[in-house]
């Protein structure tokens, strides 16, 4: 009788779920494609009672193995069908597994749906880990940019550098930035702190900030959104002409 074996024996006899985690834990020490024959035996034959209560364990060894071998599908809807009806830990759990999974992996919709979901999340550590995988993108899969400048409404300056560095890739300069926030009336999510991100992300002189005031006074926006702009670019010209 091999290991896994063994292991798998010692889950199938025991109702107590601390006695699983404590294996999951153990085995995510050394993850190793071998063990998806237990992570197997968890999904197909574990009481769904007991399966919520080592689901947070069984994730994090999923991730551990989807850093050093590539999935098959089964595990990948296992991951993206518990997002949507966990708590956040355990959503946090599944954005740090496909964190690792997305090195092997190419995203697929499902994933890549899952990601643009977590940037509207309000726990910063899921924000976090949902930037980190976007990341790790070597094209430029299509998603939503109004969600990517809300990002962009934080005090936690690490989500806002990773924000703007997956907002670049799309948006590189002033002008595609007003062709963005014209479009849809992306710019109705504008408020202080994501103009002010904007400007230091993208205008280096007080001609380019002008150039971009002008297509704003110029353009069919509502005039409280053209003064809360007009207001921020104030500002931020006297902090150019200061440093000038």
């Not at 193995?65 to 518990?82: A, P």
């Not at 997002?83 to 499902?110: C, G, K, T």
């Not at 799309?170 to 504008?190: M, R």
Request: glycine share 4%; hydrophobic share 40%.
């Amino acid at each position: 009788m091999d290991e896994i074996e063994k292991i798998t024996i010692k889950i199938r006899n025991t109702s107590n779920p601390q006695e699983i985690n404590n294996i999951l834990i153990e085995l995510s020490k050394k993850p190793n494609i071998k063990l998806l024959a237990i992570i197997d035996y968890l999904l197909d034959s574990l009481p769904i009672t007991m399966l919520e209560k080592v689901k947070l364990n069984l994730i994090f060894l999923l991730g551990g193995i989807g850093n050093i071998s590539v999935l098959n599908q089964k595990y990948l809807n296992f991951l993206i069908e518990n997002y949507y009806n966990s708590d956040r830990w355990v959503r946090n759990e599944i954005i740090q597994a496909f964190l690792q999974i997305l090195q092997y992996h190419e995203y697929n919709n499902e994933i890549l749906e899952i990601l643009k979901y977590a940037l509207n999340e309000d726990y910063t550590p899921i924000k976090k880990g949902a930037l980190n995988a976007l990341m790790l993108f070597k094209g430029l899969p299509k998603i939503d940019l109004k969600t990517l400048l809300k990002v962009l409404d934080s005090d936690n300056s690490e989500i806002v550098e990773k924000g703007i560095i997956i907002l670049k890739k799309y948006i590189q300069n002033g002008n595609d930035l007003f062709g963005l926030l014209n479009t849809s009336k992306n710019y109705t999510i504008l408020c202080k702190s994501i103009i002010r991100n904007l400007i230091i992300a993208y205008f280096d002189s007080i001609d380019e900030l002008e150039s971009f005031r002008e297509k704003i006074n110029s353009s069919k926006w509502e005039d409280n959104y053209k003064y809360l702009c007009n207001t921020e670019i104030t500002s931020f010209k006297n902090i150019f002409m200061k440093k000038g």
